[in-house]
């Protein structure tokens, strides 16, 4: 039997260029997607067909009713080993396998670091002040990271990297979640935040290093947006509706705060008409936090072997 196998959302045409598909023979034949279809209705006239589905990450979401649409579905494989955009409890139901793959490297940790530097440094605006030949040579003054306050709201493995490179810099951290206690916080090497309304009122930098789940959607609020100090940058690499996002855009047009950067949004990829694009305070990447070509060869290479096996 040959299989038919799907790969969707592949934006950079990487998965058949890392990795070695000859392994797999003639078991399979291969079709590869380069966009995102939001559209249920054509999104299961794509994938009808299909026996095995590899998606990347969240970018297409596998729930209760497009898995029940797709009956010819046997397996689901993932890049990474955890994605909240699958219904496994309900493909487990109907017989579907679910399997993730590995990674490798920080590549999450470095684009959090990247943005970071990004946003409080203006490196998007004085990249383009300069290529416009702009006479005034320089117009920005960059926040100094030393003896300035970064806080995490999260101080899970990625939070207690994050907190790690902060102390390079000489920063203090914060940290706070619902969950976080003074020994977990100190285990993590930050000063533990009795409450999320003082951290974001001290942080010079708020960056969300928190998982997304029906308790932590809009965690952050217009309330809390409105407590930063109007020289402070909000950082969200995590996910997007873990913020109130259009309490945000409103904080970031009225110039409330200095800025933002923001890797994740509620819809992506973003929409073109989205009014975060028409922002001049605010640094975006398309959700690059855990693309790098270490993790997608490594992801590449576990889903061939999910595949052989």
């Given at each position: ?57 969240e ?5 209760a ?15 990474g ?5 699958i ?39 004085d ?30 493995r ?73 020289t402070a ?48 305070n ?7 936090g ?6 997608y ?13």
């Amino acid at each position: 039997m040959v299989y038919r196998v799907g790969i969707l959302d592949d934006y950079q045409q990487a998965a058949l260029k890392l990795a070695d598909w000859t392994p797999l023979g003639n078991q399979v034949t291969i079709d590869v997607f380069t966009d995102t279809i939001l559209d249920e209705h054509l999104l299961v006239e794509r994938l009808k067909d299909y026996d095995i589905i590899c998606i990347m990450r969240e970018r297409t979401k596998f729930f209760a009713p497009l898995l029940d649409k797709l009956p010819k579905l046997k397996l689901l494989t993932t890049t990474g080993m955890k994605n909240n955009g699958i219904d496994v409890k309900y493909a487990k139901e109907k017989g579907i396998v679910v399997s993730g793959t590995a990674s490798v490297g920080n590549s999450t940790l470095e684009h959090i670091w990247a943005l970071i530097l990004a946003t409080v440094r203006y490196i998007s605006h004085d990249d383009a002040n300069t290529k416009a030949g702009n006479a005034l040579w320089q117009t920005k003054i960059p926040l100094g990271l030393a003896g300035r306050t970064i806080g995490l709201i999260g101080v899970g493995r990625l939070g207690a990297k994050t907190a790690a490179v902060a102390e390079a810099f000489g920063m203090k951290v914060l940290g706070w979640s619902p969950h976080l206690t003074p020994e977990r916080a100190a285990e993590a090497g930050v000063d533990f935040a009795a409450s999320k309304e003082d951290l974001i009122k001290q942080s010079d930098i708020v960056s969300i290093h928190i998982v997304l789940s029906e308790s932590t959607r809009h965690l952050i609020k217009a309330a809390d947006l409105a407590h930063m100090k109007p020289t402070a940058f909000f950082i969200n690499t995590s996910r997007g509706p873990i913020v109130d996002e259009a309490a945000l855009i409103q904080i970031l047009e009225n110039k409330a705060i200095a800025g933002a950067g923001l890797d994740v949004f509620d819809v992506e990829p973003l929409p073109l008409d989205h009014p975060l694009r028409k922002l001049e305070n605010v640094v975006l990447t398309p959700h690059m936090g855990y693309v790098a070509d270490s993790s997608y060869e490594a992801s590449t290479l576990s889903l061939i072997s999910v595949l052989c096996y």
